[in-house]
């Protein structure tokens, strides 16, 4: 309360200066309210005006960082969600570019502190979480199967199925088990149902899909559960219960072989056999002394390779051995052609006086 003397006065509201000689203006208590009395009243505080702007100033200057940070983030393009055992969802910008990522369960949000997905491709993104997967053993022979499930936003999608399920199947090369990797598509609507159950887009369509099989699936067990696991305990492949699913499956890395078990380019060249020619058995050998097929391979190829340069260096002996048999009987006709008798020769030979002038005649012969 404050006491001094009345100089203003409005309605209940007044000035008072006090003893100290300060002005101060009071909510009036008492009946008296006559100018230049004393009187008691309660001090009123207002803020100055400077004090004002200053507060609105701020409030002005924080709204303003507020919503060029709003501003400042790259719009949703599209969701993609990855689903093992672990599921997370990332958000991808307009140019493919993860600019957010949340785990959906306990693993999955292990998952994503072990790698780096900020404005990281969203296929080499992909890549990173199954590598780490791959590392942490959740995929092993019972869950082998992965899901990426794409969400566009926009009319067009920034995200291509086909690079998707080449990026995954990539991060599982070296796997001594196969694995079933499986795309799908989803609309906004359905995520949002997904998420208002508290599970990945992916995995609430399989939970929509399970009661065409036969065989529905609860919330915990499809949110619980790995998808191997799940194909396993219900009889039926998860493609089949998915709306537009597409996949392959990467087969298991076996030591000594190519990938998808596919035959390298040199056994492939070890393994040829040139035409006409019968590909050689491999001889049955005791344990232990069994020989390595590439190695007997590569022997045969280098056999066969010095049998033909020998055949060739015969056959070109024997061409060289034929050319001098036909110089010697040329050389050998020319000779006789040259020791040939004329006819004139014969007749010489069977006449001998046949050269010589006939002697004439003087009448010596008649007696």
């Known amino acids: 309360m404050v006491k001094g003397l009345l100089i203003r006065s409005k309605g209940p509201l007044g000035v008072v200066m006090t003893q100290d000689g300060r002005f101060v203006r009071v909510l009036l208590t008492g009946g008296n309210r006559a100018l230049g009395q004393e009187v008691m009243g309660r001090e009123l505080h207002f803020p100055s005006m400077t004090r004002g702007l200053a507060v609105a100033s701020l409030l002005l200057v924080i709204m303003i960082g507020v919503w ?6 790259p719009a949703a393009a599209a969701y993609v969600a990855l689903d ?22 306990d693993d999955g949000q292990k998952l994503l502190k072990q790698v780096v997905l900020d404005k990281v491709e969203i296929y080499r993104a992909l890549d990173l979480l199954v590598q780490g997967a791959v590392q942490q053993h959740y995929l092993n022979e019972i869950n082998n199967v992965v899901l990426a499930t794409v969400t566009p936003i926009k009319e067009y999608s920034v995200v291509d199925e086909e690079k998707l399920k080449d990026s995954v199947s ?11 990797i499986i795309t799908e598509v989803a609309t906004p609507q359905e995520r949002q149902q997904a998420t208002d159950k508290g599970i990945s887009v992916g995995r609430y369509l399989i939970y929509q899909g399970s009661t065409r099989q036969g065989a529905p699936l609860t919330i ?3 949110k619980n559960k790995g998808l191997g696991q799940l194909e396993k305990e219900k009889g039926w492949q998860i493609e089949q219960v998915l709306p537009h699913a597409r996949y392959n499956i990467r087969a298991k890395h076996q030591p000594g072989k190519g990938d998808n078990n596919e035959t390298s380019d040199k056994q492939k060249l070890l393994n040829k056999v040139p035409p006409g020619q019968v590909k050689k058995e491999q001889p ?14 590569g022997k045969q190829v280098i056999e066969e390779k010095q049998q033909m340069i020998k055949d060739k260096d015969e056959k070109a002996d024997e061409i060289t051995s ?3 048999v036909d110089r010697h009987q040329s050389q050998l006709n020319q000779n006789k ?25 003087h009448g010596h012969d008649k007696k």
């Open 337 to 361: 052609n040259e020791n040939k008798d004329t006819p004139d020769d014969h007749l010489k030979k069977d006449s001998p006086g046949l050269d010589k002038k006939p002697t004439p005649n």
């Open 284 to 297: 049955h050998l005791p344990p232990g002394k069994q020989t390595n097929p590439a190695m007997e391979s």
């Open 170 to 180: 990539q991060a599982v090369t070296g796997l001594p088990v196969s694995v079933k």
């Open 220 to 222: 915990e067990d499809v």
């Open 68 to 73: 060029a940070k709003i501003m400042s983030v």
């Open 322 to 324: 034929e050319r001098r």
């Open 84 to 105: 093992i055992n672990p599921s997370v969802e990332l958000t991808v910008d307009q140019v493919g570019q993860v600019i957010q990522c949340r785990g959906l369960d």
